[in-house]
């Protein structure tokens, strides 16, 4: 769709995974911390999912250094995740 609140919405209802990954040209990601991801985790987590950075770890562990700071992410069901992040650990 290309908004992240109707895609973590399609998420949430039919499952999956919301992917917002680091680029060359955004190597910290380019979705803001504060106003995007940890709003869009904090929902995904209480609906039993899982929200990563991809190297940071969890998205709601990150402490956030600067008030615009961004981080890529990867949210949505369990499995998903867990797969993405074995992938990066590799």
Do not use: W
């Amino acid at each position: 769709v290309g908004s992240m609140v109707a895609d973590v919405h399609r998420t949430l209802l039919y499952g999956g995974i919301f992917m917002y990954p680091a680029t060359k040209a955004a190597p910290g990601g380019k979705l803001r911390l504060l106003y995007e991801c940890n709003p869009m985790s904090f929902i995904i987590e209480q609906a039993g999912g899982r929200a990563i950075t991809g190297t940071k770890g969890r998205v709601l562990d990150v402490m956030p250094t600067k008030i615009h700071e961004r981080v890529p992410i990867f949210l949505g069901c369990k499995r998903d995740v867990d797969e993405v992040e074995r992938l990066y650990s590799k």
